[in-house]
């Protein structure tokens, strides 16, 4: 794994935390909704014995579960690459890592913090990974 993945692993979990707390919103927004009457005839004497939304609220809590477990992960992560970041001489470096990949911030917001270029904030990133790598 590349200086570059290892970094990376705390952004891709983010992103992925955030997909699942969309998917989370979208599900209860559905256990909402009432479901359409049936017209048709029904040939089954069986009545239902869980009330309609359960499969609903069931799918809310495992996927609770699911971004509670991934917050975790995430978490752990962050701390791995905030140690592997201290262990950096350069404050400079340092800063402008430990924005990038514990922060999640963008690469304007970055350049903004540091009072530079946006393309000078790159090239710097570019050296620091190459420096990294070896």
């Given at each position: 794994?590349?200086v ?5 692993r705390?952004?891709h979990?983010d ?11 979208h ?9 359409g009457?049936?017209?048709e005839?029904?040939?089954?004497h069986?009545?239902p014995?869980?009330?309609p ?6 799918r ?7 971004i ?9 992560v962050k ?15 340092q ?13 304007p917001d ?7 270029s ?6 710097l ?8 790598e070896n």
């Amino acid at each position: 794994m590349s200086v570059r993945e290892f970094l990376e692993r705390a952004r891709h979990l983010d992103d992925a935390i955030n997909a699942q707390i969309a998917e989370l919103n979208h599900l209860r927004e559905l256990s909402m909704k009432i479901s359409g009457s049936r017209l048709e005839e029904r040939v089954s004497h069986r009545k239902p014995t869980e009330a309609p939304y359960a499969k609903w609220v069931e799918r809310i809590i495992d996927k609770e579960k699911e971004i509670n477990e991934n917050i975790y992960r995430f978490l752990a992560v962050k701390m791995e690459i905030s140690d592997f970041i201290d262990k950096i001489d350069n404050p400079e470096w340092q800063s402008l890592l430990r924005r990038r990949y514990v922060l999640c911030k963008s690469w304007p917001d970055i350049a903004v913090d540091m009072f530079s270029s946006l393309r000078t904030v790159q090239r710097l990133h570019n050296k620091i990974l190459k420096n990294l790598e070896n």
